[in-house]
């Protein structure tokens, strides 16, 4: 069973940073590029950042380029998102997903002071 | 970047109406769409990929059509299943969503 489990969602203040996690299971990780989407409360889906199998194709959304940084550790069926300078807006459940259409449950963010 | 422009934002139908859904791309993505169906407190869930194929469980009430630029999502007869918000995906070149499509009860 293909399972995706986001966490380190929490509670921040504008300006701070945060480091959201996804453990991949079920499936071959390494086979398929992964992405974070968003979804602030009540609004709708946002891509923000995608990653290749292998790490060498990183792409963003321009509302998070420059402060997002998405990574990935093969060896532990993981994927990455090094959240830095966050601000209100950024408040969001955050998706991980893989291309075959498999979504994780979420992860809240509030940013808030 | 690719744009997707979804219509309407919502429709209002009743249990056994034809309901179709329509996304626009700003730019040619060849059949690299999907469409999501997602209800509240949940992920979104696959319906379509591939603009037309259907995913493994999916009802066979829902299909989707189009190339290039113009897409459609149909729902042949509405079960009380169905009322939910729906989304189509770009893929061509990493991911877009469009706005969302709410289906509320009439």
């Known amino acids: 069973e293909v399972q995706l489990v986001e966490s380190g969602g929490d509670l921040v203040q504008p300006g701070r940073s945060l480091r959201l996690s996804c453990a991949a299971s079920?499936?071959?990780?390494?086979?398929?590029?992964m992405h974070w989407v968003r979804q602030a409360p009540g609004k709708g889906l946002e891509w923000i950042s995608g990653?290749?199998?292998?790490?060498?194709?990183?792409a963003y959304a321009d509302s998070v380029k420059g402060r997002f940084t998405i990574s990935r550790d093969n060896a532990k069926n993981s994927l990455y998102l090094q959240m830095n300078s966050l601000r209100a807006e950024d408040t969001a459940f955050y998706y991980c997903?893989?291309?075959?259409?498999?979504w994780g449950q979420g992860t809240l963010v509030t940013v808030s002071s | 970047d690719i744009q997707m422009t979804q219509s309407p934002s919502t429709l209002s139908a009743s249990v056994g109406d034809r309901v179709t859904i329509t996304c626009r791309a700003s730019q040619n993505i060849s059949s690299w769409l999907a469409w999501y169906q997602q209800k509240p407190g949940k992920a979104p869930k696959l319906l379509i990929y591939?603009?037309?194929s259907l995913e493994s469980g999916v009802p066979s009430r829902f299909s989707g059509s189009g190339s290039g630029t113009e897409f459609t999502l149909t729902i042949s007869s509405l079960q009380p299943d169905d009322f939910a918000t729906y989304y189509c995906q770009q893929y061509n070149s990493w991911q877009t969503f469009g706005q969302g499509t709410k289906v509320e009860i009439k």
């Open positions: 990653i290749s199998w292998n790490s060498d194709t990183v």
């Open positions: 997903a893989n291309p075959a259409g498999y």
């Open positions: 591939k603009a037309s």
């Open positions: 079920g499936f071959t990780f390494d086979d398929y590029a």
